[in-house]
């Protein structure tokens, strides 16, 4: 189980993580499991949903995911989306 508080480095003070963080938090913890629900959130705070012919597509900064509903979302494109998140994450880092 993880903790719902966390430590702030930069204010050295405990603080309690957010919707937006535990969500992500528990789809990294456990992406065999992911609900479709929580699968869609994190994709909506980070970009955005198109509905395609088919088929959604996740947009995500300059990159196109497409993926298919089901629930629990399926591990690969869980793996595929926090892959996704995580260059976004290091390219805002670096600039």
Known sequence: ?????TYDIVTHRRREMS???KRESRIRNNPQN???GDFEALINQYGEINEGTKHP?????NR???YKRSNPV???YVEKILEIIDDLKQKQTKE
Not at 57 to 61: D, F, K, R
């Open 64 to 66: 196109v995911f497409i």
């Open 19 to 21: 919707k937006k963080e």
């Open 34 to 36: 992911s609900s479709l």
């Open 1 to 5: 189980m993880t903790s719902d508080i």
């Open 57 to 61: 597509q996740a947009v995500i900064g």
């Open 74 to 76: 399926l591990y690969p």
